[in-house]
């Protein structure tokens, strides 16, 4: 099996590209070459494929091999190798709220549904950027879903193993739960990142943020991610946290996150409530993964 892996400001992922090759378990794949000693190392498995929607579909298996509904960072690196590597035809320009237009787009399907990216390439036509229209957030705690008897999870006071936190919790397709704090270094992201995904109240377990603002345009974060653990990055958690932190006064829709693995653009647009994410994507390198 041909595989390639890229990654978004270091959340990287393997793809393989499934117009040419056939997985027939991606759910038992996903551990075995997600592994980074036994393995070809990564946060999970993602699986290009022809789509009856869009111009491609893409699925996303996380390192332990649960499916997940969207990958922020993984979308920008399949819209880089399908437009690469000729799978699809992009679509002309496309408009991106609070930025320059973008010269090429495509359509990708995903669990979230139709998701419509804008590609900015380099003199060779490499894709150097792609920003992302990730659709609406969902604040319905139901539909996130988080079981708690409130109609949205706004600055809800809670106590995770005998400590208090104040969390705030949005869904860009995928379920995230925020922690806004003061000093993101004093915080045990392995101690409470699994306690907290793996809480009763997320039914579907849940990705874990914790951020610091450090202005009302810009903010830090760190993240356990659900399925994964530690990743250097999370797309569509600092969508989420974009969405937190004007909902509880902390920021402005027009802001940058600052990841362990880099920077994301975001925008909470006012006129169609939809957040549009930019940022890089990278091919590290290509490899063929044995068959068993």
């Given amino acids: 099996m041909r595989f390639t892996k890229m990654h978004g400001l270091g959340n990287d992922y393997v ?37 009856q929607t869009a111009d491609v579909r893409m699925r996303i298996f996380n390192a332990d091999g649960s499916e997940a509904e969207m990958c922020g960072n993984g979308i920008r690196c399949v819209a880089k190798y399908v437009y690469e590597h000729k799978l699809a035809d992009a679509g002309g320009e496309v408009s991106v709220p609070g930025q320059p237009p973008c010269p090429a787009s ?30 609406q957030p969902t604040l319905s705690a139901k539909d996130i879903p988080v079981d708690l008897p409130v109609k949205e999870v706004i600055e809800q006071p809670m106590m995770f193993q005998s400590r208090a936190f104040v969390m705030t919790c949005v869904s860009m397709g995928n379920p995230h739960a925020v ?60 969508c989420a ?19 362990p693995g880099g920077d994301l653009d975001l925008n909470w647009c006012e006129d169609d409530n939809c957040v549009y994410m930019t940022g890089p994507a990278e091919e590290v390198f290509k490899g063929t993964w044995p068959k068993k």
């Fill in 179 to 238: 922690f806004f704090c003061n000093d993101l270094s004093a915080v045990d992201l392995g101690k409470f990142g699994p306690i907290i995904e793996g809480h009763s109240i997320f039914p579907n377990r849940i990705n874990v943020h914790f951020v610091q603002v450090d202005t009302p345009t810009e903010f830090t974060m760190r993240t356990w991610e659900r399925g994964s653990g530690i990743t250097m990055a999370c797309g569509s958690g600092a």
């Fill in 241 to 259: 946290v974009c969405v937190a932190s004007v909902l509880t006064g902390r920021g402005q829709r027009i802001c940058t996150a600052h990841l």
């Fill in 106 to 135: 495509l359509n990708i399907e995903t669990a979230k549904g139709v998701l419509t990216v804008g590609l900015i390439t380099d003199d060779s036509d490499q894709v150097q950027e792609v920003c992302v229209d990730m659709g």
């Fill in 15 to 51: 793809y393989v590209n499934c117009f040419k090759e056939k997985v027939v378990d991606p759910a038992t794949l996903a551990p075995i070459i997600s592994d980074r000693h036994r393995g070809i190392g990564s946060d999970g498995l993602i699986l290009i494929e022809r789509s």
